[in-house]
Every structure is written in structure tokens, then in C-alpha cells.
């Protein structure tokens, strides 16, 4: 067919160049490199190559298709005795949209400024601000914009706008402002741009004013401070701000739907979570990648893991690349379903999903909660020899976190030693956890040392390293690293569990006497110590980080852990047999573990608890994680 075109083409390209000549349909429907080839000989034995037209297309093929040739687009475009504006334009956007060849954008503006005709446009400014905002220094957009104030384009609209998108590309999101500022023109880009640099920054509050000050926002708008919430953390004014949109603003698109699936993952807002899948089904969303990852993520996150399983199954008559599979191996993960994560990754290996480095992360953890040593090695070997993927610092964090669990703390502090890059304190820390585990004191006073050269406040290590003392007994050595504690001027943050009721977040800290219900929740406490000890519970001490003498004293301080407030809450609350779902901030300590198990077996609750670390299904009275966590 291709063959046939040429032919009619010979027969039809004396007639006059417009938009529907034979020729630029043939151009456009090139298939390969060759093809393109022929064509561009026939522009030159036509002499059409000098026409901008088809120039202009051929140059679009080679910089945009997917067999694109950036140096034989160069090569043509050198040949061209004298390009005109667009010509110029189309390589200078191209170069600035391919982020590892942004600094040949400057190159061809340099070389179009010194031959003066002609004379940049609009466009050509933001084409190169662009490329400049992708990767090149600060000195070369300042140069760039001294031309635009020499050519008085400084103060229109596109030109501004691409100025503060460069400047918050740099993060210089002060010097986007200032341009925002005195600009006489701004339109929905301008805000949505600037917005976007405080938000990249984590500057949550400056994007929420800026947010308010708008008179008229677009879905961008609101996608932006939604993701920017989210970003920091702040998940409950990430949904505040969605409800607000679907009350008074547009309607949702796919990407703030992502943003809010992911603020309902972290909170554990199931109740939410769901809705937001029916108004998906209802209003005939876009699905993409991410979007589908987002929803598997929340399903999983909120402890609907086999419902996570069947949305990306029921998902998969279409070829998704790698996010959808990462979300699911990362759910089955934090469940402690191991052996279906690896499963996973083989069915994924079968379809010729090509993995990231994201994935492994999700695949070691899995190995790592289900003491999968053998198999943790491997893929962690699979990684560089099969993908070209070289592990990266979290790899070797999960690798660690692996061999310590397993009690194979030697190979374990050898594969930290050995690491291609220096080792931070999260992966001492790992290593450290380790050594509680296993009651390693030897080794967790070493490593203690060595944190120390990092950062005083690293809190979490030293408590760690304190409740291996009061683990062992040692009430003396653990009492001297908490005064170090404070002396340091650090404080251990606070256990906080949170539980969703009615789509209300009640949280609790350690201790909390602030929730309205306290009175009654406390009674109930000491009511279910009661029938907990009926049941055979016997407080676990070893990792209360208080020198209390009094056994008494200190099963009243473990009671009042802020898993047990929110449970207590949960059960007052909700009617029998209905599952109760927590998150905490915190790894769940010891005796927490082992309150919930016979809490789940004498109130005939499920109970669902989610901590820093994974997940743990607790019913009649064991848990998934079979004690190893």
C-alpha cells in the first residue's frame, strides 16, 4: 500500500502544495525509518525540501513518532539553507519535550539569534523556557530571558507563563511569584502553574492561599491542592477539599481521582474509598494506569486485599503496564501474602510486563514478611541480571530488613558493609530491629554507636535500642539511653490509632483523655482486662519503655496503649460481629499483638490493624502475620 502511494505520488506532485497534497499524507503514514527515508529522498529529488510544509512533517516524524531519530532529524534540518520560524520551532519544542537532550533546545536558539532572521516568537520563548525548566542551569534562563525583554516579549501572557513554570521547575518558586506578581496578563495557567510550584516544594499553605484567591478554578486547580495535601501527608484536607469540589466545583477527572483513592488509602477510609469506585462506574471515568493502581492501592490498604485482587482482574482484559501489577504485589506484601505476591510477579513475567524498580521493592518486602530467604535472594540477584535494574539503596534496605528478620544478622550487616553507596540511618535502623528481634544486644549496642554519628535526634533508634535493654531486663541501661533522650532534646513520637465510624476519624494517642466518650471507654477497658485474663492474657512487659517497679502500675500504663483506646471504641460502637479496622502510626508492639489476638477470640471480632510495618487480620484469637512481624 505504502508502495502504491509513492507511485501516486510521482504522478501528483507537480500540482500546487497545500495541506492535503499526496505527499504530506505520505509522510504521515511512514511506519518505519525506512519508510521515512524514501520519503525525505523524494522531497530532495523534487526539490520540496526547501518547502516548510513538508519539512516541517518530516521533522514531526522524526522527532515524534516512535521510531524517532533525533540525530537524523538534525542532520536534516542542518541541510535546510535557510529555515524559517516554524522549522526552527519544531526543533527547538522537540529537544525541550525529551528532557536528556533539553540543552540542544539552547543550542538552536543560540544559533537562531546569531543569524538575526529570523527573529524569535512567543512560542520559541516558551518552547526554551521549557527546555531550560527540564534540566539546565538557572544562568542560561536568565540569558534566555534577556532576550525576551530585548525582543519586548517578556510581558505576554505565554512568555510569562513559561517563565514561572521554569522558575518552579527549579524550584525557585519565590522568583515565579515575583513574575507572577507584575505580570499585566494571567490566566487559569498561571495560577494553576504557580500553585503547582508551592505545592512541589510542600508548601501546602502558600498553594492553599493562592487556591482562594482565585476567582474562577478549572479541574487542574483543585486536582493540584488535593495532590498537594496528599503529598504532605494532610489526607483528611485532601478529602475535605474533594467534597468541596463535587459540591461546588467542576467534575472530577481521572488524576483527581487518583489523588483521592490515594487520601483514602492512607486514612483507611473504606467507606470513601468505595464511593469514589461507584461515582467512577457511574460517570463512565477514563480508567488509565494510575488510576486503576490507586484503586487496587486503596482496596488494599484498607484491608480489602482479596477485593483489591478482583478489581485488577476484573481490569485486565486490557495490556496494563507496570502499575497495576506493582500495586497489587505491594498489597499482597503488607498482608503478608507472600507466596500470592510472588505468584504475581511470575504471571506478570508471563505476560511480558516489564518490572521497575518499584516492583522489586514490593517483592522483596513480600519475601522479607514471609521469611522467604531463598527466594528474597534470588530476585534480588534477578533484578540487575535479567532487567538491568542495579538495586538501589531501598533495595538494599529490603534486603536487610530480610536477612535480619530470618535472625541472619551477620549476612545481613555484610550486605550493609558491602553496599555500593554509604549506608543512611534507616538501614541501620532496620538492622537494629533486627537485633531486637532476636535479643542481639551485642550487636544493637554497636550499631547504637554508629547512629550516633548520624543525627542525636534519630528517636526511633534509640528507642528501639531502650527496649532491647527493658526487653532483657536491663531497667539501668534502658533507663540511661532514655535520659540521653532527653538531654538530646528529641522526644519519641507518640502511638496514635485512628478508626473510621460513619465516615468520622476518631484518633486516639497513648493515654488519651480527650475523646468525648473517655468515661465510658475506660470503664469498657477495664472490663475487657477482666475477661481478656479470664481468657488466659498475660501482659507482655519486656517492651514498656518505663522503669515502673509496680507489675500493677505497669499493666494499667500497657492498657492504655492507643490501639486498645481505638478497639475499645470500636467495640462500644459498632454492632456485634462487624469488623473492626485501625491504623497506627507505630509498629505494634508485643503486648498490643497479643491483646488483640484473645480481644478478637472473646468479642468474636475481626479485627483488622494496620501498622507502620503491614497489615495483621486478626481472628479467633491468631492473626495473618503468624507472630512474625
Known amino acids: 500500500m505504502w508502495i502504491l502511494n509513492i507511485k501516486r505520488y510521482y504522478s501528483s506532485f507537480k500540482r500546487p502544495l497545500n495541506s492535503n497534497h499526496q505527499l504530506l499524507s505520505l509522510l504521515d503514514s511512514c511506519k518505519s525509518m525506512d519508510q521515512i527515508k524514501q520519503s525525505h529522498a523524494l522531497l530532495i529529488t523534487t526539490g520540496l525540501i526547501l518547502h516548510p510544509i513538508p519539512a516541517i512533517t518530516?521533522?514531526?516524524?522524526?522527532?515524534?513518532?516512535?521510531?524517532?531519530?533525533?540525530?537524523?532529524?538534525?542532520?536534516?534540518?542542518d541541510?535546510?539553507?535557510?529555515?524559517?520560524?516554524?522549522?526552527?520551532?519544531?526543533?527547538?519544542?522537540?529537544?525541550?519535550?525529551?528532557?536528556?537532550?533539553?540543552?540542544?533546545?539552547?543550542?538552536?536558539?543560540r544559533s537562531m539569534i546569531r543569524v538575526s532572521s529570523p527573529s524569535p516568537n512567543r512560542y520559541t520563548f516558551v518552547f526554551v523556557f521549557k527546555a531550560c525548566g527540564n534540566g539546565l542551569g538557572v544562568l542560561e534562563g536568565?540569558?534566555?530571558?534577556?532576550?525576551?525583554?530585548?525582543?519586548?516579549?517578556?510581558?505576554?501572557?505565554?512568555v510569562t507563563n513559561g517563565l514561572i513554570r521554569m522558575y518552579a521547575n527549579w524550584g525557585m518558586v519565590d522568583e515565579a511569584r515575583r513574575v507572577f506578581d507584575w505580570s499585566v496578563d494571567k490566566d487559569l495557567f498561571s495560577w494553576n502553574i504557580l500553585i503547582g510550584g508551592y505545592v512541589g516544594l510542600g508548601e501546602i499553605d502558600q498553594a492553599r492561599e493562592l487556591f482562594e484567591g482565585m476567582s474562577d478554578r478549572d479541574v487542574v486547580s483543585w486536582s493540584t491542592i488535593i495532590a498537594g495535601y496528599v503529598q504532605v501527608g494532610c489526607y483528611v484536607e485532601a478529602l475535605d477539599v474533594f467534597h468541596e469540589m463535587l459540591r461546588i466545583g467542576p467534575t472530577p477527572n481521572e488524576f483527581t481521582l487518583t489523588s483521592a483513592l490515594a487520601a483514602c488509602a492512607n486514612q483507611v477510609?473504606?467507606?470513601?474509598?468505595?464511593?469514589?469506585?461507584?461515582?467512577?462506574?457511574?460517570?463512565?471515568?477514563?480508567?488509565?494506569?494510575?488510576?486503576?493502581a490507586s484503586l487496587i492501592d486503596m482496596y488494599a490498604k484498607c484491608g480489602e486485599i482479596e477485593f483489591a485482587s478482583k478489581v485488577f482482574y476484573n481490569e485486565c482484559s486490557q495490556k496494563w503496564k507496570v502499575w497495576p501489577w506493582n500495586a497489587l504485589i505491594g498489597g499482597f506484601a503488607m498482608h503478608g501474602k507472600s507466596e500470592e505476591a510472588i505468584n504475581l510477579f511470575e504471571e506478570m513475567r508471563i505476560e511480558k510486563v516489564s518490572p521497575n524498580k518499584v516492583t522489586f521493592i514490593a517483592l522483596l518486602n513480600a519475601c522479607s514478611h514471609g521469611n522467604m530467604v531463598k527466594e528474597g535472594r534470588g530476585y534480588f540477584?534477578?533484578?540487575?541480571?535479567?532487567?538491568?535494574?542495579?538495586?538501589?539503596?531501598?533495595?538494599?534496605?529490603?534486603?536487610?530488613?530480610?536477612?535480619?528478620?530470618?535472625?541472619?544478622?551477620?549476612?545481613?550487616?555484610?550486605?550493609?558493609?558491602?553496599?555500593?553507596?554509604?549506608?543512611?540511618a534507616v538501614i541501620w535502623g532496620a538492622l537494629l530491629g533486627a537485633c531486637r528481634i532476636h535479643k542481639d544486644i551485642e550487636m544493637g549496642e554497636r550499631i547504637g554507636k554508629v547512629l550516633k554519628e548520624f543525627d542525636s535526634k534519630l528517636i526511633g533508634c534509640h528507642v528501639l535500642l531502650a527496649n532491647m535493654y527493658s526487653?532483657?531486663?536491663?531497667?539501668?541501661?534502658?533507663?540511661?539511653?532514655?535520659?540521653?533522650?532527653?538531654?538530646?532534646?528529641?522526644?519519641?513520637?507518640?502511638?496514635?490509632?485512628?478508626?473510621e465510624l460513619n465516615g468520622v476519624f476518631h484518633q486516639f494517642l497513648v493515654g488519651d483523655r480527650s475523646h468525648p466518650q473517655t468515661k465510658q471507654l475506660y470503664l469498657f477497658l477495664d472490663e475487657m482486662k477482666t475477661k481478656l485474663k479470664n481468657a488466659g492474657?498475660?501482659?507482655?512487659?519486656?517492651?514498656?519503655?518505663?522503669?515502673?517497679?509496680?507489675?500493677?502500675?505497669?499493666?494499667?500504663?500497657?492498657?492504655?496503649?492507643?490501639?486498645?483506646?481505638?478497639?475499645?471504641?470500636?467495640?462500644?460502637?459498632?454492632?456485634?460481629?462487624?469488623?473492626i479496622r485501625i491504623v497506627k502510626n507505630l509498629?505494634?508492639?508485643?503486648?498490643?499483638?497479643?491483646?488483640?489476638?484473645?480481644?478478637?477470640?472473646?468479642?468474636?471480632?475481626?479485627?483488622?490493624?494496620?501498622?507502620?510495618?503491614?497489615?495483621?487480620?486478626?481472628?479467633?484469637?491468631?492473626?495473618?502475620?503468624?507472630?512474625y512481624w
Open 537 to 579: 492474657y498475660v501482659p507482655e512487659f519486656g517492651e514498656l519503655l518505663l522503669d515502673i517497679d509496680d507489675e500493677e502500675d505497669r499493666e494499667t500504663a500497657l492498657s492504655k496503649h492507643s490501639e486498645k483506646l481505638a478497639i475499645a471504641f470500636g467495640l462500644i460502637n459498632t454492632t456485634p460481629g462487624t469488623p
Open 269 to 292: 477510609a473504606l467507606d470513601q474509598g468505595r464511593w469514589i469506585h461507584v461515582y467512577i462506574d457511574k460517570s463512565e471515568i477514563m480508567m488509565n494506569e494510575k488510576l486503576l
Open 471 to 499: 526487653t532483657s531486663g536491663r531497667w539501668n541501661e534502658a533507663k540511661v539511653v532514655r535520659e540521653r533522650i532527653k538531654i538530646s532534646g528529641g522526644r519519641k513520637t507518640p502511638g496514635c490509632s485512628s478508626i
Open 58 to 77: 518530516l521533522l514531526k516524524q522524526l522527532t515524534g513518532s516512535t521510531f524517532a531519530s533525533f540525530s537524523y532529524a538534525q542532520l536534516v534540518f
Open 381 to 424: 540477584q534477578l533484578m540487575a541480571s535479567s532487567y538491568g535494574i542495579e538495586p538501589e539503596i531501598e533495595h538494599y534496605g529490603c534486603m536487610v530488613d530480610l536477612l535480619g528478620r530470618a535472625g541472619l544478622l551477620k549476612e545481613a550487616e555484610d550486605v550493609i558493609l558491602n553496599m555500593p553507596m554509604a549506608p543512611d
Open 142 to 158: 536568565e540569558q534566555v530571558r534577556v532576550h525576551a525583554v530585548k525582543l519586548g516579549l517578556e510581558s505576554n501572557l505565554f
Open 587 to 627: 509498629r505494634v508492639c508485643s503486648d498490643c499483638h497479643q491483646a488483640t489476638k484473645f480481644i478478637s477470640k472473646v468479642y468474636e471480632r475481626e479485627i483488622v490493624v494496620r501498622d507502620r510495618i503491614r497489615y495483621h487480620h486478626f481472628k479467633d484469637g491468631s492473626c495473618s502475620c503468624k507472630d
Open 79 to 109: 541541510q535546510i539553507p535557510t529555515p524559517d520560524l516554524f522549522l526552527y520551532n519544531t526543533m527547538i519544542k522537540a529537544y525541550a519535550l525529551t528532557p536528556p537532550l533539553c540543552s540542544k533546545s539552547l543550542v538552536i536558539f
